[in-house]
């Protein structure tokens, strides 16, 4: 087990849009994140974790149910588990530790808007819509304003106080989960009421807190060059304007500040773990539902499998974790739960996607065999949900990352040699053709992601008749007024026929 014979708490700390490459060189040098680095001196840090789906819902579902997307079929951020579907929180309150949540969940099915769930739905149609405001930025406050997400301010007092007032009263072990809604973008007002969320909002104080000349601009092909799903997705994201040098770099200054204020709140819970003496006995998980790409590939956001958005930071610190550790394995969300039994000495159930990562934590990981054999050198990674045109699978393993859409013949794949081109912006499939086929073999051998891709498109053409339906005569108004209001005004007949023509073809 990872530490003494008494059971150990817990402390999970997941966030929203954090890019794992913020937590190690080169990218920890773009903004200062004191307690982060608190974590990696007195604990392990992941160099290569990722989601199991670039989205807020699929992604948590994951990490909750430990089984890949096409398993816990969360297609988009609408649906995702049952709400009495068994967490590895709830398997650990039945062994006896007293459980808290704070702070956003969203892994259950029902949620998110109207917009959200029919673009998702609609993405086999024949048009293109911007579904977003203009990335922007929105300078807040002044020097002294550190609270800029209120609610996640909120959230955190209430862990804190919980932590001091509860916690440190309890005979049992406990786990304290906190998810934060930062750093996700906040709303665009400007952009009309049924637009997302693409302002990056903060104060001069967490400005501060970033190396403005280490801010990397990202090299973009030309729009004629983009793949054709990266082109959707930059247009549905409103990117395909012209943005200056400045605008880009106040984009991801304004994101990277977000982040500090972030890891300002896991310091209030490292302080309040310290204050009680309930560091010393507690194991701290952080990590997040997914990253940002804060304008790489022409994109904000999420929804790709490009390393800003689908890298994510993943830290663990506490009694039996090797500190000042570095571990250069491939890992994702799935390995959460496996992991969290693992401490808790609950049975690992055999049917899960996720392996522990108790056996790197504690620098033993050659030296000890796991029941259910070694743990795979790849991860998968998956999406199905809005602004990306067609299901798209991402395999990571050693230096390569394989990306195949659809039914992997009817939009090219992508091939990557992270360690040769780590900002991805080089195609090589068709240079290392061996190379493809072998990591599609394996792909196959995980998932049969043609009949996935063909279940979802059923779905979503299911979905959408029934809500149709349901809308009767008020269906054109409704439709024309979501999020991609400004473009379908303009042409309302055109986008109704498109998806009449859409619904009447056969699979």
């Known amino acids: 087990m990872i530490g003494p014979c008494s059971l150990l708490s817990v402390y999970c700390f997941f966030l929203s849009f954090q890019d794992g490459r913020l937590t190690f060189y080169p990218g920890n040098q773009t903004v200062d994140l004191p307690f982060i680095n608190f974590m990696k001196r007195h604990g392990t840090v992941f160099l290569d974790a990722y989601t199991n789906s670039p989205i807020c819902c699929p992604s948590r579902a994951a990490m909750w149910s430990g089984l890949f997307t096409h398993l816990t079929e969360s297609w988009n951020n609408f649906k995702g588990l049952d709400p009495d579907y068994v967490t590895w929180m709830d398997l650990m309150e039945r062994h006896g530790y007293r459980t808290q949540k704070y702070g956003k969940l969203d892994y259950t099915s029902g949620h998110h808007s109207v917009s959200n769930r029919v673009e998702a739905w609609t993405r086999d149609v024949d048009?293109?819509?911007?579904?977003?405001?203009?990335?922007?930025?929105?300078?807040?406050?002044?020097?002294?304003?550190?609270?800029?997400?209120?609610?996640?301010?909120?959230?955190?007092?209430?862990a804190v106080n919980w932590l001091k007032e509860e916690a440190i009263n309890l005979t049992e072990p406990f786990v304290l989960y906190l998810g934060l809604n930062l750093p996700h973008p906040y709303p665009s007002p400007y952009a009309g009421e049924n637009f997302g969320s693409s302002t990056f909002l903060t104060s001069p104080y967490w400005l501060e807190k970033v190396t403005y000349e280490a801010i990397k601009i990202p090299k973009w092909s030309s729009l004629s060059e983009m793949h054709p799903v990266d082109y959707y997705s930059s247009y549905t994201k409103n990117c395909t304007g012209e943005f200056t040098e400045q605008e880009v770099r106040n984009i991801r200054a304004f994101y990277y500040a977000m982040c500090a204020e972030t890891d300002a709140m896991l310091g209030e819970i490292i302080s309040a773990l310290r204050d009680t003496g309930l560091l010393k006995r507690t194991v701290v998980v952080f990590t997040a539902d997914h990253g940002e790409l804060a304008m790489e590939h022409r994109q904000f956001y999420k929804m790709s499998m490009y390393e800003g958005s689908s890298h994510v930071p993943l830290l663990v610190m506490g009694p039996g974790v090797k500190e000042q550790q570095q571990i250069p394995n491939v890992v994702s969300l799935v390995d959460i739960y496996p992991t969290m039994l693992d401490i808790a000495r609950i049975p690992v159930p055999q049917n899960l996607s996720g392996y522990?990562?108790?056996?790197?934590?504690?620098?033993?990981?050659?030296?000890?065999?796991?029941?259910?054999?070694?743990?795979?050198?790849?991860?998968?990674?998956?999406?199905?949900?809005?602004?990306?045109?067609?299901?798209?699978?991402?395999?990571?393993?050693?230096?390569?990352?394989?990306?195949?859409?659809?039914?992997?013949?009817?939009v090219l794949p992508q091939l990557f040699d992270l360690s040769a081109d780590p900002d991805e912006l080089t195609n090589v499939a068709m240079k290392f053709p061996a190379v493809v086929h072998s990591l599609d073999k394996t792909l196959h051998s995980v998932v049969n992601y043609s009949k996935v891709s063909s279940s979802v498109q059923e779905y979503n053409k299911r979905q959408f008749i029934s809500w149709k339906q349901s809308l009767g005569q008020n269906y054109s108004n409704v439709i024309a007024n979501l999020r991609w209001h400004q473009d379908w005004l303009k042409e309302p007949k055109k986008y109704e026929d498109a998806i009449d023509k859409w619904l009447s073809q056969s699979k």
Request: glycine share 8%; aromatic share 10%; charged share 30%.
């Open 127 to 158: 048009f293109l819509l911007r579904q977003e405001g203009r990335p922007m930025v929105n300078l807040t406050g002044d020097r002294k304003h550190v609270r800029v997400m209120e609610a996640d301010w909120r959230n955190t007092d209430k």
């Open 356 to 410: 522990s990562l108790i056996p790197l934590l504690r620098g033993k990981a050659e030296n000890e065999p796991s029941p259910r054999g070694p743990r795979p050198s790849w991860v998968l990674s998956e999406f199905h949900g809005c602004n990306v045109n067609s299901s798209t699978y991402m395999l990571r393993m050693g230096k390569w990352k394989y990306i195949t859409y659809s039914d992997g013949r009817s």
